[in-house]
């Protein structure tokens, strides 16, 4: 509960941070992404896909550290080297996510439907038991998914967040999956609240936002002319987009406190460890001492 707690003033620090730096990396992203899937013809996404939003929130756990007083100047090299790694790790905790959930998923709607379908007799059954099937392995397949798809996020946050402070210069380098795991409920929970909420708030960005500046594009385009802009419209797309900007802000400034607390509690043990125990002899020397 702690850090979860300590963690949502600061998404507000790394919020008011970030807003710059995040419209020059998706600048720059679409820049480089373009220019390096034709030179690739298209290849290049398969790696720009999963490491450009790694590279989103290597930088955003940066300037929550910053913000708590680790300053060291960033080196992009780095950050991009680490981008792409954990972005493929990434890609392979999620397939793996969605296989089991998938297997899951037909293992409970074959429980649930008892001997009346399975997936092996799926086509030859009647449509009401199809239907039911599918809602039973679908809504299985969801829920199991999404706990999964945060648990992965909340064991790996730890040692993202080390990742993200060795990618600066003169800092000591971290192995990838030091602090796996730590602080893992807090996080999760975090974690969970945020994906949950983020789907409804990418909703309303597209509606509100996306979709809206295309038309307009799209309008001036044909009739060469400017079009009217619905000022309550621009607002709600820029409420949205301020919504899912501070939703991973609030992971960002919990990934950087988790790493802290982590620091904290190994610096503590690594002192009571130091500490000399006392021996039979240095306990005769006190004695004597004080005759």
């Known amino acids: 509960m702690g850090l979860i707690l300590k963690s949502l003033p600061l998404s507000f620090v790394v919020l008011a941070g970030m807003i710059g730096p995040v419209i020059a990396i998706t600048i720059l992203s ?33 300037v929550a550290l910053s913000a708590m007083g680790e300053h060291t100047r960033p080196s992009y090299g780095i950050l991009a080297l680490y981008s ?11 397939g793996t996510v969605l296989t089991i959930s998938g297997l899951v998923g037909v293992a409970y709607g074959e429980w649930q439907m008892e ?5 092996r007799t799926f086509a030859e059954a009647a449509d009401p038991l199809q ?21 992965v996020h909340a064991v790996i946050a730890v040692p993202m967040a080390g990742a993200a402070r060795s990618a600066g210069h003169n800092a000591n380098s971290s192995s990838f999956m030091d602090g796996f ?3 893992f409920v807090p996080l999760f929970c975090i974690f969970a609240v945020v994906f949950f909420l983020q789907f409804f708030f990418e909703f309303f960005a597209l509606l509100f936002a996306i979709f809206p500046l295309l038309i307009e594009v799209l309008s001036f ?5 400017v079009p009217d802009i619905d000022l309550i419209v621009v607002l709600k797309g820029l409420a949205a987009a301020a919504g899912l900007l501070w939703f991973n802000s609030w992971m960002w400034a919990a990934s950087a406190l988790a790493l802290r607390q982590t620091d904290e509690k190994q610096h503590r ?17 006190l004695r004597k001492s004080r005759e």
């Open 30 to 62: 679409i820049i480089i992404s373009l220019v390096l899937n034709l030179l690739t013809f298209g290849l290049a996404s398969l790696i720009l896909e999963p490491a450009i939003p790694i590279f989103f929130t290597l930088f955003g756990i940066r």
């Open 84 to 94: 792409v790694i954990y972005g493929l790790i990434m890609v392979f905790a999620k």
């Open 115 to 119: 001997d009346a379908i399975s997936i």
């Open 131 to 151: 239907t039911a099937f599918v809602l039973h392995t679908l809504s299985a397949t969801t829920i199991l998914s999404f706990v999964l798809y945060c648990v």
């Open 181 to 183: 795991g730590r602080a």
């Open 221 to 225: 385009l044909i009739t060469l002319s």
């Open 269 to 285: 043990k690594r002192k009571v460890e130091k500490q000399p125990v006392a021996t039979t002899t240095d306990i005769r020397k």
